[in-house]
């Protein structure tokens, strides 16, 4: 069993940054892909990054490629996603979720993950 809490969320004006952290306790995370996912009032839970278990892969949705990155602590135990240049399209609520095999995520979406944590909310004012 896995228990991942996220937090970094906050308001932020547009341009701005923020870095979520996503800290997880019983197994490593190095033992899963993390994946970075959001919903936003009144929309499905989409696809944001993800990052292989090693961490040498990684992918972006194309609504966040260039502006977010994520990557994985030294600690092990903790995935960020480090967000730059934010948009109010961008406010949301942020899930991180962890996947015993890495998978095109952009394709699959959220279904399927093994541990999901219950969300930091990240809001962009214009």
């Known amino acids: 069993q896995v228990q991942l809490v996220e937090s970094g969320g906050g308001l932020v004006q547009a341009g701005g940054s923020l870095r979520l952290s996503c800290a997880a306790s019983?197994?490593?995370?190095?033992?899963?892909?993390m994946g970075w996912f959001r919903q936003a009032p009144g929309k499905e839970r989409e696809f944001v990054a993800a990052?292989?278990?090693?961490?040498?892969?990684?992918d972006y949705a194309d609504s966040v490629k260039g502006r977010f990155t994520i990557s994985r602590g030294n600690a092990k135990n903790v995935v960020y996603l480090q967000m730059n240049s934010l948009k109010p399209e961008d406010t949301a609520v942020y899930y991180c979720?962890?996947?015993?095999?890495?998978?095109?995520?952009?394709?699959?979406?959220?279904?399927?993950?093994?541990?999901w944590g219950k969300g930091t909310l990240v809001t962009v004012s214009s």
């Open positions: 990052i292989s278990r090693s961490g040498v892969v990684t």
């Open positions: 979720a962890a996947d015993q095999n890495y998978s095109d995520y952009k394709l699959r979406g959220p279904y399927g993950m093994d541990y």
């Open positions: 019983g197994r490593t995370l190095s033992s899963y892909a």
